[in-house]
């Protein structure tokens, strides 16, 4: 998923601190709204994050303006901030208008607390001190992940009926793609280039290989998503669930099946 994230942090940089944060989990292009725009094809993204600090209840005007003026219609974008006050109410309500006026598909928001020291917070140094601190960053970088996932062309596999069974995996046709998995662990066999990367970094050895890489025994995994973040081709996608979240626990307490499979693969 290719993205570029549109920023603008004038006062003490609280909001590119948080927008590096979501850059680096998304693998994105970071870009302040200064820039030249007729130099970026938005064509080539696949989703877009627009933040700013809160100026008087709302994401700066600059930014609401550069967003006025973007080609963004059917594009999913998200949208993030950094504010004084403890509470986000609606700070985020007139950049959502602009983008809803662009015909924009808003598939997240996220907002934290930063550093001000303006107005009556000058008479105590600023207010939000040493914020966004490791913590909020921690969170940014989980949303930007999370929001990864769900966006994952891959995240409606489960739901569709399996098409086939082969070498005893599941298999599912959806389009030109053909979909190994069964519950948990989903790969798209059209797109993998058998680079092999999920099979050195899957810890409880999922993947294994003849003719092609395929997902076998998706019981043991633990969901712990390094197989779908070092992809490539985002071929791969992790089906997140309570259910699944209980089976591993479950296992865990009361089996060394888990554990016997991770130390397979480590020896």
Not at 119 to 142: C, E, M, S
Request: some cysteine; aromatic content about 10%.
């Amino acid at each position: 998923m290719k993205t570029i994230i549109f920023y603008s942090s004038t006062y003490n940089g609280n909001t590119l601190k948080i927008a590096e944060s979501m850059a680096a989990a998304l693998s994105a292009d970071l870009v302040p709204i200064e820039a030249k725009i007729s130099d970026i094809d938005l064509s080539k993204y696949d989703l877009i994050g627009f933040g700013s600090a809160i100026h008087f209840a709302g994401h700066t005007i600059r930014l609401q303006r550069f967003v006025s003026e973007l080609p963004l219609q059917e594009k999913q974008v998200f949208i993030f901030s950094t504010r004084c006050r403890p509470f986000l109410g609606s700070y985020h309500k007139a950049l959502k208008e602009v983008l809803k006026r662009q015909k924009a598909n808003l598939v997240g928001e996220f907002s934290c607390v930063g550093f001000d020291r303006t107005g009556p917070w000058v008479l105590i140094n600023g207010y939000n001190k040493n914020r966004p601190d490791t913590n909020d960053l921690f969170k940014a970088r989980l949303f930007a992940e999370k929001l990864q996932q769900k966006l994952n062309p891959l995240s409606f596999i489960a739901k569709e009926a399996i098409t086939e069974y082969k070498q005893g995996v599941a298999f599912r046709i959806n389009g030109k793609n053909r979909i190994a998995g069964r519950k948990v662990v989903f790969l798209n066999t059209t797109s993998c280039i058998q680079c092999g990367k999920c099979m050195k970094v899957c810890p409880m050895n999922i993947f294994s290989k003849s003719d092609t890489i395929l997902p076998m025994n998706d019981e043991n995994c633990i969901q712990c998503q390094l197989c779908a973040k070092n992809c490539p081709t985002s071929s791969l996608y992790i089906h997140e669930s309570f259910a699944n979240g209980m089976r591993i626990a479950m296992r865990e307490m009361f089996s060394t099946k888990l554990q016997n499979r991770y130390n397979s693969k480590v020896e």
